[in-house]
């Protein structure tokens, strides 16, 4: 091996000793524990020849760009309690480019202070993702399958400019908020009317988390069995007309395992991938085993979702199978993941292979 080979595996495997001790990075939907944490993200790959628009991974069969982000957060403490600040500029996203009115520049997907004066209780204001349900919120990093279900990606808001109240209250973890409908967030168009949204999280016998993968629980809630259940929604109201989404779901998890259950329902609701009315419903249920802790995990997924209303598309009714296979050679550093998505129905999108690399740190 080389000097400047051994000089890039050192460095590699510093990065490592410090991701692994460190939360998930901001970049990649984590939360600030710390005063200053800068954190990029670059997802690249090969995806198959699909249609972004209909929620798919990728639209060519060559290397490709799928996410670039880089974010500066903090959580700075005061007399009066700490306080949050997170901001996150993200030059490229495959999926936000493929709208036609995707700004050239890119996007902010994070601008926003909070302050937390109780260890329970932050007050957010700014640009952020709403917390709505599971398979919207997980965090983006700690995607066991390389795409999230249709429901999250059609039914529910991205980034929204508003303000938000979290209240982790032990077994209960509580949000609700209020933003505004456009998705131009640095702007405020108030005429593109508002959203509220709420999430109420209840885990019983010991933390789930955010994730339906095992990689990052507390190693001394590992072995034990726990589970949650849990529920959120939005309610739309633009342009004299009012829409709505909610969503319910149980999981679990066990030592090696992650299993989640959901279900989503929406009635006229404005959709981000394509910026139509859609009705649907989707059930899925999906799992994820650490095989080879923290190194090396599997993951499938099932989804059936049926639309009964999409004013620009023809709507969506189909049965979704994903498989994927995810490698972690530096925890919270780098991640590899290849996987597949098979679609059968009447109306429904192309099958997906994906070969991807993400970095983050």
């Not at 032990?170 to 967030?185: E, P, Q, T």
């Not at 007309?241 to 929406?266: R, T």
Request: aromatic share 10%.
């Amino acid at each position: 091996m080389g000097k400047r080979a051994r000089l890039i595996v050192l460095a590699l495997a510093a990065w490592a000793r410090i991701a692994t001790a460190a939360d998930l990075p901001c970049s990649g939907d984590g939360t600030a524990s710390r005063r200053v944490q800068p954190s990029t993200l670059l997802s690249l790959g090969v995806g198959s020849d699909t249609s972004v628009r209909a929620g798919d991974a990728a639209t060519t069969a060559r290397m490709a760009f799928f996410l670039a982000r880089a974010s500066l957060c903090g959580k700075v403490p005061t007399k009066r309690g700490a306080v949050l600040y997170h901001l996150g500029y993200e030059p490229w996203n495959l999926r936000e480019r493929a709208r036609p009115d995707a700004p050239s520049w890119g996007r902010l997907f994070a601008a926003e202070i909070g302050f937390q004066p109780l260890s329970w209780l932050t007050l957010r204001a700014g640009i952020a993702k709403p917390s709505i349900s599971f398979s919207h919120d997980e965090p983006e990093f700690s995607l066991a399958l390389f795409s999230r279900s249709q429901a999250a990606l059609a039914l529910y808001p991205d980034r929204r400019i508003g303000l938000a109240i979290d209240a982790p209250l032990g077994a209960i973890s509580a949000s609700v908020g209020v933003y505004l409908g456009s998705r131009d967030a640095p702007l405020l168009h108030f005429s593109d009317g508002v959203i509220a949204t709420g999430r109420l999280r209840i885990d019983p016998i010991g933390p789930t988390g955010t994730a339906l993968s095992t990689g990052d629980d507390d190693p001394a809630w590992q072995s034990k069995f726990r589970f949650s259940v849990g529920g959120g929604g939005i309610y739309q109201y633009a342009h004299g007309a009012a829409g709505y989404a909610f969503s319910v779901n149980a999981n679990a998890k066990w030592k090696p395992v992650g299993v989640a259950l959901e279900y989503n329902n929406a009635s006229h609701a404005i959709s981000d991938l394509d910026g139509g009315i859609h009705s649907a419903q989707e059930f899925s249920l999906a799992t994820a085993v650490m095989a080879l802790r923290p190194y090396l995990e599997c993951a499938a997924r099932y989804e059936w979702y049926n639309e009964t209303e999409n004013s620009v598309a023809p709507a969506a009714k189909f049965h979704a199978v994903t498989f994927g296979l995810a490698s972690y050679p530096f925890r919270h550093f780098l991640r590899a993941q290849v996987g597949y998505t098979l679609y059968l129905g009447s109306t429904k999108p192309a099958d997906v292979v994906r070969i991807a690399v993400t970095f983050s740190q």
